[in-house]
């Protein structure tokens, strides 16, 4: 998630139990210029797209590589704050008091999340996700003038609390992420091999990105992730 900050020139140190830390935050629209906001991702996140390049080689395909980036307002929330933070206030102030900047930043990660995310896909990760950590930090009518929009340039994500078909029947020709519980991980393996086979048919194989509906915590049992990739793989396009 924060490879993109260091290529835009925000350098990050991770502190146990705190998390993501930057050396300086973007408190005015005029911090914005020391950031390279049009960075050569290729070049720059290199490290990254060689590290899935050879575990894709060493995993022969027996397990999936899945490419990951954070969503640009998450992305955004971090660099306002400086970090990882319990209240994203500052950041929040920011879509408030500098609209026009926040749209200039937010539109400058889409961009760099899309190449992040076609660079790990041309690497061999045929599978990609988008985590919106922070989406809830921010009241729905300001997510959906400010975070909607770059998201939809991006993908579409689906929470677990939708209806497949639902959102299938409302987006046929958008690509659909999603959207297992991950509670239901902490089932029976035969119950999360059921619901899941049943959610990926109900999504259907075209255009969609099977997934949880959000992220998994330490005390998700190992059986349970290894139940849900069985059930995935058990699923054909003709099924």
Not at 16 to 40: I, R
Not at 58 to 63: A, F, G, I, S, Y
Not at 214 to 221: A, L, Q, R
């Amino acid at each position: 998630m924060l490879q993109k900050k260091v290529a835009m020139g925000m350098d990050c140190r991770m502190e146990p139990k705190v998390g993501p830390q930057f050396d300086f935050a973007l408190e005015t629209p005029e911090d914005l210029d020391k950031l390279n906001l049009s960075p050569n991702v290729e070049e720059t996140l290199s490290y990254v797209f060689d590290a899935i390049y050879w575990t894709r080689d060493q995993v022969q395909n027996k397990v999936p590589v899945i490419g990951f980036s954070g969503a640009p307002w998450t992305l955004m929330g971090y660099m306002v704050e400086g970090g990882a933070v319990r209240s994203f206030d500052r950041a929040k102030k920011w879509l408030y008091l500098y609209p026009e900047a926040s749209r200039r930043l937010l539109t400058a990660l889409r961009d760099v999340v899309v190449e992040y995310l076609v660079g790990q896909f041309d690497s061999g990760a045929p599978l990609l996700t988008v985590f919106d950590t922070n989406c809830g930090e921010v009241p729905p009518r300001i997510y959906e003038e400010f975070c909607v929009p770059d998201l939809k340039y991006i993908a579409t994500e689906v929470s677990w609390t939708t209806s497949p078909a639902e959102a299938r029947r409302s987006c046929p020709s958008k690509t659909l992420q999603g959207n297992l519980d991950p509670h239901l991980l902490y089932a029976d393996p035969e119950q999360i091999r059921e619901r899941t086979v049943k959610m990926v048919k109900e999504f259907g194989v075209s255009k969609y990105i099977c997934n949880l509906g959000h992220g998994m915590v330490p005390s998700h049992p190992v059986e349970g992730p290894a139940a849900f990739m069985e059930a995935v793989d058990s699923v054909k396009a003709e099924d």
